[in-house]
């Protein structure tokens, strides 16, 4: 079974696209595309952990560090580009945003939304920075280096000029209440974009 913003993702790729998957994990999104629904590509991924799990299942996956960018790719050269988690740990996502989409007409982009109201209530009641499900780590050792807000990631797009095609939330394990749907920015724990630039 897939973590709920991969399984939101699943349904939003087409059969026979070529994918990058940025930060691929242990690459269970692109062995389920692959399988199901006879996609192609590539998965980047740091952790030798990941990558070993990678070649396990059989996707295919190059060692890469997000935050050198993606010059090794082409203009257009994959119908989508895809990066799950990750967005929030990148020194500068908003130029990753640009290079996805330079690579890709479209992108589907997943992150922790900071504004979820439990991470509201704790740091609003308790004082202290929130530690959750999505976002696990403490303040000191945490990757997470650019926190966000659904705002504030639409925000981002509309000065890139760039076209929402869809958008969802994950709450903890399932996909989002009817709440979260109506009110992202508040009961959406994780945000699930599709972006694509204007023609």
């Given amino acids: ?17 070529h994918v990058l998957d940025l930060a691929c994990g242990d690459g269970t999104l ?3 595309l692959a399988r ?12 030798p952990d990941g990558i070993t799990r990678c070649i396990s299942r059989g996707v ?3 060692e890469h560090n997000l935050d050198d960018g993606l010059s090794s790719f082409s203009a257009n050269s994959y119908d989508l580009v895809i990066m799950t988690q990750a967005l929030q740990a990148l020194r500068r996502p908003d130029k990753m945003l640009d290079e996805m989409l330079r690579v890709a007409e479209e992108g589907i982009i997943t992150f922790p939304n900071f504004a979820y109201w439990r991470h509201r209530v704790h740091l609003g009641l308790r004082g202290y920075m929130p530690v959750s499900k999505s976002l696990p780590h403490a303040w000191y050792d945490t990757p997470n280096i650019h926190l966000s ?3 504030d990631f639409e925000h981002l797009c509309r000065d890139k000029g760039l076209m929402i095609v ?23 724990e994780i945000a699930i974009f599709r ?3 204007r023609s």
């Fill in 1 to 17: 079974m897939m973590r709920a913003d991969l399984d939101i993702i699943y349904d939003w790729v087409p059969d026979n696209a």
């Fill in 30 to 32: 692109l062995e389920a």
């Fill in 36 to 47: 199901d629904k006879n996609v192609s590509g590539y998965g980047l991924e740091i952790d």
């Fill in 60 to 62: 295919s996956v190059i």
């Fill in 149 to 151: 807000t659904f705002n």
């Fill in 166 to 188: 869809d958008r969802a939330v994950g709450v903890g394990d399932h996909r989002g209440h009817w709440t979260s749907r109506l009110w992202p920015n508040l009961f959406g």
């Fill in 195 to 197: 972006v694509r630039r």
